[in-house]
Protein backbone atom coordinates (compact mmCIF):
# COMPACT_ATOMS: atom_id res chain seq x y z
CA UNK A 1 0.00 0.00 0.00
CA UNK A 2 1.12 3.07 -0.59
CA UNK A 3 0.84 6.51 1.53
CA UNK A 4 0.31 9.62 -0.71
CA UNK A 5 -0.49 12.66 1.09
CA UNK A 6 -3.28 15.18 0.13
CA UNK A 7 -2.15 18.16 -1.66
CA UNK A 8 -4.02 21.23 -0.51
CA UNK A 9 -4.35 25.05 -1.55
CA UNK A 10 -2.30 27.16 1.31
CA UNK A 11 -3.52 30.20 0.58
CA UNK A 12 -7.27 29.13 0.67
CA UNK A 13 -6.28 27.67 3.90
CA UNK A 14 -5.12 30.78 5.34
CA UNK A 15 -8.28 32.38 3.73
CA UNK A 16 -10.19 29.88 5.82
CA UNK A 17 -8.55 30.39 9.17
CA UNK A 18 -9.03 33.80 8.79
CA UNK A 19 -12.77 34.22 8.20
CA UNK A 20 -12.87 31.80 11.67
CA UNK A 21 -12.71 28.24 10.11
CA UNK A 22 -10.74 25.78 12.41
CA UNK A 23 -7.51 25.37 11.32
CA UNK A 24 -7.77 21.72 11.07
CA UNK A 25 -11.50 22.05 9.05
CA UNK A 26 -9.75 24.81 7.05
CA UNK A 27 -6.63 22.70 6.00
CA UNK A 28 -9.09 19.92 5.23
CA UNK A 29 -11.36 21.89 3.29
CA UNK A 30 -8.44 23.38 1.60
CA UNK A 31 -7.62 19.81 -0.17
CA UNK A 32 -10.74 18.93 -0.82
CA UNK A 33 -11.70 21.57 -3.61
CA UNK A 34 -13.26 24.16 -1.25
CA UNK A 35 -11.65 27.60 -2.78
CA UNK A 36 -13.44 30.78 -0.99
CA UNK A 37 -15.22 30.75 2.34
CA UNK A 38 -18.63 31.16 0.79
CA UNK A 39 -18.08 27.36 0.02
CA UNK A 40 -18.07 26.13 2.95
CA UNK A 41 -21.75 27.20 3.49
CA UNK A 42 -24.52 24.72 2.77
CA UNK A 43 -27.55 26.28 3.51
CA UNK A 44 -30.46 25.38 1.36
CA UNK A 45 -30.29 29.13 -0.08
CA UNK A 46 -27.25 27.84 -2.16
CA UNK A 47 -28.83 24.90 -4.36
CA UNK A 48 -28.46 25.36 -8.12
CA UNK A 49 -32.13 26.85 -9.39
CA UNK A 50 -34.16 24.18 -10.77
CA UNK A 51 -34.25 26.68 -14.04
CA UNK A 52 -30.81 25.74 -14.56
CA UNK A 53 -31.80 21.82 -15.20
CA UNK A 54 -33.08 21.45 -19.11
CA UNK A 55 -36.42 20.43 -19.46
CA UNK A 56 -37.19 20.57 -15.63
CA UNK A 57 -38.98 23.97 -16.16
CA UNK A 58 -40.82 22.32 -19.16
CA UNK A 59 -41.69 19.46 -16.63
CA UNK A 60 -43.22 21.55 -14.19
CA UNK A 61 -45.36 23.56 -16.47
CA UNK A 62 -46.64 19.82 -17.87
CA UNK A 63 -47.49 18.14 -14.50
CA UNK A 64 -49.40 21.40 -13.67
CA UNK A 65 -51.01 21.19 -16.06
CA UNK A 66 -51.88 17.47 -15.47
CA UNK A 67 -53.10 18.37 -12.22
CA UNK A 68 -55.61 20.95 -13.68
CA UNK A 69 -56.84 17.82 -15.99
CA UNK A 70 -56.90 15.47 -13.44
CA UNK A 71 -54.58 13.22 -15.31
CA UNK A 72 -53.24 9.94 -13.41
CA UNK A 73 -49.71 9.21 -13.09
CA UNK A 74 -47.59 6.49 -12.65
CA UNK A 75 -44.01 6.38 -11.58
CA UNK A 76 -42.19 3.26 -12.58
CA UNK A 77 -39.67 3.00 -10.14
CA UNK A 78 -35.76 1.33 -9.73
CA UNK A 79 -35.07 -1.45 -7.67
CA UNK A 80 -32.34 0.39 -5.16
CA UNK A 81 -31.82 2.63 -2.81
CA UNK A 82 -31.97 5.50 -5.02
CA UNK A 83 -34.81 4.41 -6.97
CA UNK A 84 -36.94 3.95 -4.01
CA UNK A 85 -36.22 7.23 -2.23
CA UNK A 86 -36.99 9.12 -5.26
CA UNK A 87 -40.02 6.75 -5.77
CA UNK A 88 -41.27 8.07 -2.21
CA UNK A 89 -39.63 11.64 -3.02
CA UNK A 90 -42.37 11.70 -5.91
CA UNK A 91 -45.37 9.91 -4.89
CA UNK A 92 -45.04 12.45 -1.46
CA UNK A 93 -44.41 15.53 -3.44
CA UNK A 94 -46.66 15.21 -5.79
CA UNK A 95 -49.71 13.82 -3.83
CA UNK A 96 -48.94 17.21 -1.21
CA UNK A 97 -48.27 20.01 -4.75
CA UNK A 98 -51.80 18.82 -6.35
CA UNK A 99 -53.77 17.90 -2.90
CA UNK A 100 -55.88 20.91 -4.13
CA UNK A 101 -56.88 18.76 -7.41
CA UNK A 102 -57.37 15.83 -5.87
CA UNK A 103 -54.49 14.22 -7.31
CA UNK A 104 -53.40 10.33 -6.24
CA UNK A 105 -49.97 9.00 -7.74
CA UNK A 106 -49.26 5.39 -7.91
CA UNK A 107 -46.14 3.79 -8.42
CA UNK A 108 -44.83 0.78 -10.32
CA UNK A 109 -41.32 -1.36 -9.22
CA UNK A 110 -40.26 -3.83 -11.63
CA UNK A 111 -39.42 -7.10 -10.66
CA UNK A 112 -35.58 -7.05 -11.93
CA UNK A 113 -35.12 -10.66 -12.30
CA UNK A 114 -37.93 -11.28 -15.05
CA UNK A 115 -38.53 -7.33 -16.21
CA UNK A 116 -34.96 -6.11 -16.67
CA UNK A 117 -33.84 -2.92 -15.37
CA UNK A 118 -35.66 0.26 -16.18
CA UNK A 119 -39.07 1.19 -18.37
CA UNK A 120 -38.91 -2.25 -20.53
CA UNK A 121 -41.76 -2.84 -22.95
CA UNK A 122 -42.76 -5.53 -19.87
CA UNK A 123 -42.99 -2.39 -17.55
CA UNK A 124 -45.16 -0.46 -20.02
CA UNK A 125 -47.72 -3.69 -20.74
CA UNK A 126 -48.12 -3.97 -17.18
CA UNK A 127 -48.28 -0.02 -16.37
CA UNK A 128 -50.96 -0.23 -18.93
CA UNK A 129 -53.08 -2.74 -17.17
CA UNK A 130 -53.11 -0.70 -13.68
CA UNK A 131 -56.20 0.40 -12.80
CA UNK A 132 -57.07 3.67 -13.36
CA UNK A 133 -54.96 3.19 -16.82
CA UNK A 134 -52.15 5.62 -16.50
CA UNK A 135 -52.36 8.92 -18.75
CA UNK A 136 -48.36 9.92 -17.79
CA UNK A 137 -45.18 7.47 -16.57
CA UNK A 138 -42.83 9.54 -14.72
CA UNK A 139 -39.93 7.13 -14.15
CA UNK A 140 -36.98 7.69 -11.57
CA UNK A 141 -33.48 6.59 -11.54
CA UNK A 142 -33.98 4.94 -14.46
CA UNK A 143 -35.52 6.00 -17.79
CA UNK A 144 -32.48 7.20 -20.09
CA UNK A 145 -32.10 3.80 -21.82
CA UNK A 146 -35.82 2.59 -22.13
CA UNK A 147 -35.65 3.50 -26.20
CA UNK A 148 -38.03 0.36 -26.42
CA UNK A 149 -40.20 0.84 -23.34
CA UNK A 150 -41.06 4.67 -24.24
CA UNK A 151 -41.99 3.69 -28.02
CA UNK A 152 -44.02 1.20 -26.87
CA UNK A 153 -45.71 3.95 -23.97
CA UNK A 154 -46.24 6.28 -26.92
CA UNK A 155 -47.81 3.90 -29.19
CA UNK A 156 -50.68 3.28 -26.03
CA UNK A 157 -51.18 6.40 -25.45
CA UNK A 158 -49.25 7.22 -22.34
CA UNK A 159 -46.77 10.00 -22.17
CA UNK A 160 -43.11 10.18 -20.54
CA UNK A 161 -41.17 11.98 -18.90
CA UNK A 162 -38.15 10.36 -17.92
CA UNK A 163 -36.22 11.70 -14.52
CA UNK A 164 -32.74 10.16 -14.36
CA UNK A 165 -28.68 10.76 -13.90
CA UNK A 166 -27.29 7.73 -15.55
CA UNK A 167 -24.89 8.57 -18.48
CA UNK A 168 -26.59 8.26 -21.75
CA UNK A 169 -26.12 6.24 -24.91
CA UNK A 170 -25.27 7.98 -28.56
CA UNK A 171 -29.40 7.73 -28.99
CA UNK A 172 -32.61 8.47 -26.05
CA UNK A 173 -35.62 7.55 -25.76
CA UNK A 174 -38.59 9.84 -27.60
CA UNK A 175 -39.80 10.87 -24.00
CA UNK A 176 -42.05 14.24 -23.84
CA UNK A 177 -39.21 15.47 -21.48
CA UNK A 178 -36.27 14.39 -20.40
CA UNK A 179 -34.83 15.57 -17.22
CA UNK A 180 -31.17 14.24 -16.55
CA UNK A 181 -27.98 16.33 -15.87
CA UNK A 182 -26.00 14.28 -17.69
CA UNK A 183 -27.86 14.62 -21.12
CA UNK A 184 -25.49 16.61 -23.30
CA UNK A 185 -27.01 19.66 -24.10
CA UNK A 186 -27.80 20.08 -20.26
CA UNK A 187 -25.69 22.81 -18.81
CA UNK A 188 -26.72 22.01 -14.96
CA UNK A 189 -22.90 22.63 -12.95
CA UNK A 190 -23.89 19.79 -10.58
CA UNK A 191 -23.18 16.51 -12.47
CA UNK A 192 -23.72 14.28 -9.74
CA UNK A 193 -27.13 14.74 -8.73
CA UNK A 194 -28.37 11.20 -7.59
CA UNK A 195 -32.19 10.32 -9.16
CA UNK A 196 -33.76 11.05 -5.63
CA UNK A 197 -32.18 14.49 -6.13
CA UNK A 198 -33.40 14.62 -10.26
CA UNK A 199 -37.09 14.08 -8.77
CA UNK A 200 -37.08 16.81 -5.84
CA UNK A 201 -36.07 19.40 -8.53
CA UNK A 202 -39.34 18.84 -10.85
CA UNK A 203 -40.99 18.98 -7.97
CA UNK A 204 -39.21 22.53 -6.71
CA UNK A 205 -39.76 23.86 -10.27
CA UNK A 206 -43.81 22.32 -10.24
CA UNK A 207 -44.11 24.12 -6.78
CA UNK A 208 -42.83 27.81 -8.39
CA UNK A 209 -45.38 26.69 -11.17
CA UNK A 210 -47.97 26.02 -9.46
CA UNK A 211 -47.53 29.39 -7.19
CA UNK A 212 -47.28 31.19 -9.59
CA UNK A 213 -51.21 30.09 -10.73
CA UNK A 214 -51.86 31.20 -7.42
CA UNK A 215 -52.76 27.60 -6.37
CA UNK A 216 -50.74 28.77 -3.16
CA UNK A 217 -48.57 31.54 -1.87
CA UNK A 218 -45.08 31.69 -0.31
CA UNK A 219 -46.97 30.79 3.03
CA UNK A 220 -49.27 27.92 2.21
CA UNK A 221 -47.02 26.25 0.03
CA UNK A 222 -46.01 22.50 0.70
CA UNK A 223 -42.80 22.39 2.75
CA UNK A 224 -40.55 20.11 0.25
CA UNK A 225 -37.55 20.38 2.81
CA UNK A 226 -39.70 17.88 4.83
CA UNK A 227 -38.49 15.46 1.57
CA UNK A 228 -34.47 15.86 2.87
CA UNK A 229 -34.44 13.28 4.69
CA UNK A 230 -35.44 10.68 1.80
CA UNK A 231 -33.23 13.14 -0.77
CA UNK A 232 -30.05 12.96 1.94
CA UNK A 233 -30.65 8.85 2.18
CA UNK A 234 -30.76 8.18 -1.36
CA UNK A 235 -27.55 10.48 -2.76
CA UNK A 236 -25.51 8.89 0.11
CA UNK A 237 -26.80 5.35 -0.68
CA UNK A 238 -25.81 5.96 -4.55
CA UNK A 239 -22.94 6.72 -3.76
CA UNK A 240 -23.09 10.34 -5.44
CA UNK A 241 -20.20 12.37 -5.63
CA UNK A 242 -20.54 15.23 -2.86
CA UNK A 243 -19.92 18.11 -4.38
CA UNK A 244 -21.77 21.40 -3.09
CA UNK A 245 -25.10 21.05 -4.34
CA UNK A 246 -25.14 17.36 -2.88
CA UNK A 247 -23.62 18.20 0.55
CA UNK A 248 -26.39 21.44 0.88
CA UNK A 249 -29.43 18.07 -0.12
CA UNK A 250 -27.46 15.97 2.61
CA UNK A 251 -26.87 17.95 4.57
CA UNK A 252 -30.06 19.59 5.17
CA UNK A 253 -31.33 16.02 5.18
CA UNK A 254 -28.96 14.80 7.97
CA UNK A 255 -29.98 17.65 9.79
CA UNK A 256 -33.75 16.62 10.05
CA UNK A 257 -32.63 13.18 11.40
CA UNK A 258 -30.80 14.79 14.05
CA UNK A 259 -33.71 17.02 14.93
CA UNK A 260 -36.05 13.76 14.89
CA UNK A 261 -37.88 15.70 11.89
CA UNK A 262 -37.83 11.94 9.46
CA UNK A 263 -40.28 10.77 8.24
CA UNK A 264 -41.64 7.56 9.74
CA UNK A 265 -39.87 4.90 7.67
CA UNK A 266 -36.60 6.24 8.18
CA UNK A 267 -37.02 6.44 12.25
CA UNK A 268 -38.22 2.78 11.59
CA UNK A 269 -34.63 1.57 9.76
CA UNK A 270 -32.68 3.78 12.57
CA UNK A 271 -34.07 2.08 14.91
CA UNK A 272 -33.81 -1.61 13.38
CA UNK A 273 -30.16 -0.97 12.33
CA UNK A 274 -29.13 0.11 16.05
CA UNK A 275 -28.20 3.45 15.26
CA UNK A 276 -29.07 7.19 16.72
CA UNK A 277 -30.88 9.40 14.53
CA UNK A 278 -29.32 12.00 16.74
CA UNK A 279 -25.88 11.24 15.91
CA UNK A 280 -26.58 10.48 12.26
CA UNK A 281 -23.85 10.49 9.79
CA UNK A 282 -23.43 9.94 5.61
CA UNK A 283 -21.97 6.64 7.28
CA UNK A 284 -25.31 5.56 9.54
CA UNK A 285 -27.00 6.13 6.23
CA UNK A 286 -24.48 4.72 3.64
CA UNK A 287 -24.03 1.22 5.73
CA UNK A 288 -26.59 1.26 8.16
CA UNK A 289 -30.15 2.62 6.38
CA UNK A 290 -29.48 2.08 2.51
CA UNK A 291 -28.24 -1.90 3.05
CA UNK A 292 -31.68 -2.91 4.29
CA UNK A 293 -33.19 -0.77 1.50
CA UNK A 294 -31.30 -2.62 -1.27
CA UNK A 295 -31.72 -5.78 0.16
CA UNK A 296 -35.14 -6.09 -0.69
CA UNK A 297 -34.30 -4.96 -4.06
CA UNK A 298 -31.85 -7.31 -4.48
CA UNK A 299 -33.78 -10.40 -3.06
CA UNK A 300 -37.76 -9.84 -4.47
CA UNK A 301 -38.81 -6.29 -5.51
CA UNK A 302 -38.65 -3.10 -3.75
CA UNK A 303 -42.22 -2.52 -3.31
CA UNK A 304 -42.02 -3.83 0.24
CA UNK A 305 -39.40 -0.70 1.04
CA UNK A 306 -41.19 1.82 -0.98
CA UNK A 307 -43.91 1.14 1.30
CA UNK A 308 -41.81 1.24 4.68
CA UNK A 309 -40.21 4.90 2.98
CA UNK A 310 -43.94 6.30 2.81
CA UNK A 311 -45.76 4.88 5.53
CA UNK A 312 -47.70 7.41 7.66
CA UNK A 313 -47.14 6.04 10.74
CA UNK A 314 -44.32 4.52 12.90
CA UNK A 315 -46.01 1.37 13.82
CA UNK A 316 -46.43 0.42 10.20
CA UNK A 317 -42.94 1.75 9.40
CA UNK A 318 -41.56 -0.94 12.29
CA UNK A 319 -43.14 -4.03 10.69
CA UNK A 320 -42.02 -3.01 7.32
CA UNK A 321 -38.27 -2.11 8.40
CA UNK A 322 -38.35 -5.49 10.09
CA UNK A 323 -39.13 -7.14 6.98
CA UNK A 324 -36.24 -5.30 5.35
CA UNK A 325 -33.88 -6.35 8.15
CA UNK A 326 -34.43 -10.02 7.64
CA UNK A 327 -34.16 -9.57 3.80
CA UNK A 328 -30.70 -8.08 4.76
CA UNK A 329 -29.76 -10.64 7.15
CA UNK A 330 -30.78 -13.13 4.81
CA UNK A 331 -28.97 -11.19 1.85
CA UNK A 332 -25.81 -10.91 3.96
CA UNK A 333 -25.57 -14.43 4.14
CA UNK A 334 -26.10 -15.41 0.31
CA UNK A 335 -22.96 -12.88 -0.09
CA UNK A 336 -20.90 -14.74 2.23
CA UNK A 337 -21.26 -18.25 0.27
CA UNK A 338 -20.54 -16.20 -3.34
CA UNK A 339 -17.70 -14.68 -1.82
CA UNK A 340 -16.05 -17.40 -0.80
CA UNK A 341 -16.96 -18.90 -3.94
CA UNK A 342 -15.31 -16.12 -5.65
CA UNK A 343 -12.35 -16.65 -3.95
CA UNK A 344 -11.95 -20.23 -4.26
CA UNK A 345 -12.55 -19.76 -8.10
CA UNK A 346 -10.02 -17.09 -7.64
CA UNK A 347 -7.40 -19.42 -6.76
CA UNK A 348 -8.05 -22.01 -9.20
CA UNK A 349 -7.10 -19.06 -12.11
CA UNK A 350 -3.50 -17.29 -12.47
CA UNK A 351 -5.29 -13.90 -11.71
CA UNK A 352 -1.89 -12.00 -9.74
CA UNK A 353 -1.25 -10.15 -13.19
CA UNK A 354 -4.29 -9.70 -14.32
CA UNK A 355 -5.82 -5.77 -15.12
CA UNK A 356 -9.26 -6.92 -14.41
CA UNK A 357 -11.58 -9.85 -12.83
CA UNK A 358 -14.56 -11.35 -14.01
CA UNK A 359 -16.50 -14.43 -12.79
CA UNK A 360 -19.47 -16.61 -12.92
CA UNK A 361 -20.94 -19.17 -10.65
CA UNK A 362 -24.25 -20.54 -12.10
CA UNK A 363 -25.17 -21.16 -8.33
CA UNK A 364 -24.63 -17.25 -7.55
CA UNK A 365 -27.83 -14.85 -6.89
CA UNK A 366 -28.13 -12.03 -9.54
CA UNK A 367 -29.35 -10.05 -7.05
CA UNK A 368 -26.19 -10.06 -5.18
CA UNK A 369 -23.66 -9.91 -7.66
CA UNK A 370 -23.50 -5.77 -7.30
CA UNK A 371 -22.33 -5.99 -3.76
CA UNK A 372 -19.92 -8.79 -4.35
CA UNK A 373 -18.28 -6.99 -7.47
CA UNK A 374 -18.16 -4.03 -4.90
CA UNK A 375 -15.95 -7.05 -1.88
CA UNK A 376 -13.77 -8.12 -4.60
CA UNK A 377 -13.03 -5.04 -5.70
CA UNK A 378 -11.93 -3.98 -2.23
CA UNK A 379 -9.73 -7.15 -1.36
CA UNK A 380 -8.33 -7.21 -5.05
CA UNK A 381 -7.96 -3.45 -5.71
CA UNK A 382 -9.51 -4.30 -9.80
CA UNK A 383 -12.14 -3.76 -11.78
CA UNK A 384 -14.39 -6.81 -11.13
CA UNK A 385 -17.53 -7.89 -13.13
CA UNK A 386 -19.62 -10.60 -11.83
CA UNK A 387 -22.32 -12.89 -13.76
CA UNK A 388 -25.30 -14.59 -12.45
CA UNK A 389 -27.68 -16.97 -14.48
CA UNK A 390 -30.80 -14.41 -15.54
CA UNK A 391 -34.33 -15.54 -15.96
CA UNK A 392 -34.14 -15.37 -20.03
CA UNK A 393 -32.63 -16.84 -22.40
CA UNK A 394 -32.15 -16.20 -26.41
CA UNK A 395 -33.80 -17.15 -29.23
CA UNK A 396 -31.19 -19.68 -29.68
CA UNK A 397 -32.03 -21.20 -26.34
CA UNK A 398 -28.56 -20.41 -24.37
CA UNK A 399 -29.35 -18.79 -21.31
CA UNK A 400 -28.75 -14.60 -20.91
CA UNK A 401 -26.36 -13.73 -17.78
CA UNK A 402 -26.85 -10.73 -16.03
CA UNK A 403 -23.56 -8.83 -14.84
CA UNK A 404 -22.67 -5.95 -12.14
CA UNK A 405 -19.52 -4.37 -12.29
CA UNK A 406 -17.37 -2.10 -9.78
CA UNK A 407 -14.42 0.05 -10.45
CA UNK A 408 -11.26 1.73 -9.03
CA UNK A 409 -10.19 5.12 -9.76
CA UNK A 410 -8.99 6.42 -13.47
CA UNK A 411 -11.00 3.21 -14.76
CA UNK A 412 -14.24 4.44 -16.32
CA UNK A 413 -16.51 0.96 -16.33
CA UNK A 414 -19.46 2.52 -18.61
CA UNK A 415 -16.62 3.77 -21.49
CA UNK A 416 -14.95 0.39 -20.86
CA UNK A 417 -17.93 -1.41 -21.83
CA UNK A 418 -19.27 0.92 -24.03
CA UNK A 419 -15.36 0.36 -26.05
CA UNK A 420 -15.91 -3.38 -25.95
CA UNK A 421 -19.99 -3.14 -27.38
CA UNK A 422 -18.55 -1.00 -30.23
CA UNK A 423 -15.78 -3.17 -31.37
CA UNK A 424 -17.89 -6.35 -30.81
CA UNK A 425 -21.25 -5.30 -31.79
CA UNK A 426 -22.81 -8.25 -31.06
CA UNK A 427 -21.41 -9.32 -27.96
CA UNK A 428 -23.43 -6.99 -25.11
CA UNK A 429 -27.26 -7.74 -25.06
CA UNK A 430 -27.67 -4.13 -23.18
CA UNK A 431 -25.45 -2.02 -21.03
CA UNK A 432 -25.71 1.07 -18.54
CA UNK A 433 -24.26 2.67 -15.47
CA UNK A 434 -21.57 6.00 -14.45
CA UNK A 435 -18.15 5.35 -13.99
CA UNK A 436 -17.74 3.24 -11.22
CA UNK A 437 -20.51 1.09 -11.61
CA UNK A 438 -22.13 -0.58 -14.24
CA UNK A 439 -24.58 -3.09 -15.29
CA UNK A 440 -24.72 -5.39 -18.50
CA UNK A 441 -26.23 -8.44 -20.29
CA UNK A 442 -24.87 -11.24 -22.42
CA UNK A 443 -25.15 -14.51 -23.38
CA UNK A 444 -23.35 -17.18 -21.87
CA UNK A 445 -22.08 -18.89 -25.02
CA UNK A 446 -19.71 -15.19 -24.74
CA UNK A 447 -18.90 -15.20 -21.45
CA UNK A 448 -14.94 -16.15 -22.63
CA UNK A 449 -15.46 -13.71 -25.45
CA UNK A 450 -16.06 -10.96 -23.06
CA UNK A 451 -13.75 -11.71 -20.56
CA UNK A 452 -11.05 -11.66 -23.14
CA UNK A 453 -12.16 -8.59 -24.40
CA UNK A 454 -12.87 -6.64 -20.27
CA UNK A 455 -9.41 -7.33 -19.56
CA UNK A 456 -7.85 -5.95 -23.11
CA UNK A 457 -9.35 -2.86 -22.23
CA UNK A 458 -8.54 -2.50 -18.75
CA UNK A 459 -5.16 -3.60 -19.60
CA UNK A 460 -4.89 -0.59 -22.51
CA UNK A 461 -6.54 1.83 -20.01
CA UNK A 462 -5.59 1.43 -16.46
CA UNK A 463 -2.04 2.58 -15.36
CA UNK A 464 -0.23 -0.14 -14.08
CA UNK A 465 0.35 2.20 -10.72
CA UNK A 466 -3.49 2.51 -10.52
CA UNK A 467 -3.46 -1.11 -9.44
CA UNK A 468 -1.36 -0.59 -6.23
CA UNK A 469 -3.69 0.69 -3.55
CA UNK A 470 -2.84 3.96 -2.11
CA UNK A 471 -4.06 5.17 1.43
CA UNK A 472 -4.20 9.34 0.99
CA UNK A 473 -4.01 10.88 4.14
CA UNK A 474 -4.27 14.42 5.74
CA UNK A 475 -1.37 14.51 7.65
CA UNK A 476 -0.44 14.33 11.61
CA UNK A 477 -2.68 15.48 14.31
CA UNK A 478 -0.81 16.84 17.31
CA UNK A 479 -1.30 15.16 20.26
CA UNK A 480 -3.97 17.98 21.57
CA UNK A 481 -5.86 17.43 18.47
CA UNK A 482 -6.28 14.49 19.48
CA UNK A 483 -9.99 15.20 21.89
CA UNK A 484 -13.59 15.12 21.71
CA UNK A 485 -14.49 18.72 20.70
CA UNK A 486 -12.65 18.09 17.26
CA UNK A 487 -13.69 14.30 16.78
CA UNK A 488 -17.24 16.19 17.43
CA UNK A 489 -16.81 18.63 14.93
CA UNK A 490 -15.44 16.36 12.21
CA UNK A 491 -18.75 14.14 12.86
CA UNK A 492 -20.97 17.31 11.78
CA UNK A 493 -19.34 17.68 8.75
CA UNK A 494 -20.54 15.87 5.45
CA UNK A 495 -18.04 13.43 4.07
CA UNK A 496 -18.69 10.74 1.32
CA UNK A 497 -18.02 10.11 -1.71
CA UNK A 498 -15.64 12.76 -3.93
CA UNK A 499 -15.87 14.66 -0.24
CA UNK A 500 -13.94 12.01 2.15
CA UNK A 501 -13.90 11.91 5.49
CA UNK A 502 -10.23 12.51 6.87
CA UNK A 503 -7.91 9.99 7.59
CA UNK A 504 -4.64 10.85 9.88
CA UNK A 505 -1.20 9.67 10.34
CA UNK A 506 1.08 9.05 13.24
CA UNK A 507 3.54 7.11 15.38
CA UNK A 508 2.33 5.31 18.61
CA UNK A 509 3.58 3.23 21.10
CA UNK A 510 1.24 0.63 22.13
CA UNK A 511 0.44 0.47 26.16
CA UNK A 512 -2.07 -2.11 25.55
CA UNK A 513 -3.97 -4.41 23.37
CA UNK A 514 -6.79 -6.95 23.92
CA UNK A 515 -8.43 -8.75 21.18
CA UNK A 516 -12.67 -8.98 21.04
CA UNK A 517 -15.21 -11.00 19.58
CA UNK A 518 -11.90 -12.87 17.98
CA UNK A 519 -12.33 -10.10 15.06
CA UNK A 520 -11.20 -6.52 16.67
CA UNK A 521 -8.75 -5.22 17.87
CA UNK A 522 -9.20 -2.80 21.20
CA UNK A 523 -5.80 -0.60 21.38
CA UNK A 524 -4.93 1.82 24.24
CA UNK A 525 -2.27 4.25 22.16
CA UNK A 526 0.37 6.70 23.56
CA UNK A 527 1.90 9.12 20.56
CA UNK A 528 5.49 8.61 19.82
CA UNK A 529 6.56 11.81 21.21
CA UNK A 530 3.82 12.49 24.16
CA UNK A 531 4.44 14.51 26.65
CA UNK A 532 2.33 13.60 28.89
CA UNK A 533 1.84 9.80 28.35
CA UNK A 534 -1.75 10.06 28.37
CA UNK A 535 -3.07 6.93 26.44
CA UNK A 536 -6.19 7.14 23.88
CA UNK A 537 -8.32 4.50 22.60
CA UNK A 538 -8.13 3.10 19.75
CA UNK A 539 -10.32 -0.18 17.45
CA UNK A 540 -9.81 -1.81 14.26
CA UNK A 541 -12.55 -3.31 13.03
CA UNK A 542 -12.12 -6.83 11.31
CA UNK A 543 -8.68 -6.89 12.07
CA UNK A 544 -7.16 -9.38 14.81
CA UNK A 545 -3.07 -9.36 14.13
CA UNK A 546 -1.77 -7.95 17.23
CA UNK A 547 0.58 -5.05 16.79
CA UNK A 548 4.21 -4.05 17.50
CA UNK A 549 5.22 -2.15 20.39
CA UNK A 550 5.79 0.95 18.23
CA UNK A 551 3.66 1.34 15.01
CA UNK A 552 2.62 4.00 12.52
CA UNK A 553 -1.16 4.18 11.91
CA UNK A 554 -3.35 5.93 9.58
CA UNK A 555 -7.13 6.32 11.35
CA UNK A 556 -10.04 8.29 11.23
CA UNK A 557 -10.95 10.31 14.84
CA UNK A 558 -14.32 9.75 15.65
CA UNK A 559 -16.60 10.30 18.36
CA UNK A 560 -17.69 7.90 20.84
CA UNK A 561 -19.93 7.80 24.19
CA UNK A 562 -19.00 5.70 26.99
CA UNK A 563 -21.68 5.77 30.28
CA UNK A 564 -22.52 9.47 28.50
CA UNK A 565 -19.80 10.92 28.23
CA UNK A 566 -18.49 12.06 24.82
CA UNK A 567 -14.48 10.78 23.96
CA UNK A 568 -12.46 10.77 20.92
CA UNK A 569 -11.76 7.38 19.60
CA UNK A 570 -8.96 6.27 16.79
CA UNK A 571 -10.61 4.02 13.75
CA UNK A 572 -7.38 2.34 12.35
CA UNK A 573 -7.58 1.95 8.67
CA UNK A 574 -4.02 0.74 8.15
CA UNK A 575 -0.23 0.32 9.92
CA UNK A 576 3.31 0.71 8.99
CA UNK A 577 5.98 -0.52 10.38
CA UNK A 578 7.94 1.92 12.07
CA UNK A 579 11.82 1.32 10.71
Same mark, same amino acid.
Given at each position: ?Q ?5 K?S???R??IE? &????I?A?L?A??G ?5 Q??LE??HL ?7 H?V?A ?6 A ?6 I??I?D ?14 G???L????? =? ?8 RF????G?TP?V *?????Q?N?K ?9 G????A???L?N??G #?E?I ?9 Q ?10 NQ???Q ?18 L??E +??N????D ?8 K? +?? !?V?L? =?????? /?L ?18 Q????I???F ?5 DP????T???G ?5 RL?A ?5 DMT?G???LI ?5 Q?? $??AK????MNR??R?I??? %??E ?5 L???PH ?7 L ?6 ? &? *?? &? ?15 I???GE?? %???G??? !???? &? ?10 A??M??K?Y??L ?7 A???GL ?21 I?E?N???K ?6 L?E? #? ?10 N???? $? ?6 F??EF??A? $?S?L ?6 L?L?PA?S /? ?10 G?A?L ?12 I ?5 Y??AQ??I?AA?DV?
Amino acid at each position: MQLVARKKNSSVERHLIEN &GIHPILASLWASRGIDSFAQTSLELKHLIPPSELTHCVAAAHFLADAFEQKKNILIIADYDCDGATACAVGILGLEELGQSFG =TKIHFLVPNRFTMGYGLTPEV *VELAAQQNPKPDILITVDNGIASLAGVALANQLG #MEVIVTDHHLPADQVPDARLIINPNQKECQFSSKALAGVGVIFYVLLALRSE +LRNRGVFDQETQPRLEKL +LD !LVALG =TVADVA /SLDRNNRILVSAGIRRMRNNQMHPGIQALFEVSGRDPQKSTTFDLGFGLGPRLNAAGRLSDMTLGIKCLIAKDVFQAR $QLAKELDTMNRERREIEGV %MKESAIDNLAEIPHENAFSLCLFDPTWHQ &G *VI &GILASRLKEQYHRPVIIFAPGEER %MASGDLI !LKGS &GRSISGFHLRDAIDMISKKYPDLILKFGGHAMAAGLSIAQQDLGQFQQAFESVATLLIDEDNLHRKLVHDGELSED #MINPVLAQQLANEIWG $QGFPEPVFMGEFRVAK $QSILKNKHLKLELIPANS /STNKSLLGIWFGHADLLPEKTHLAYRLLIDHYLGYPRAQMHIEAAFDVS
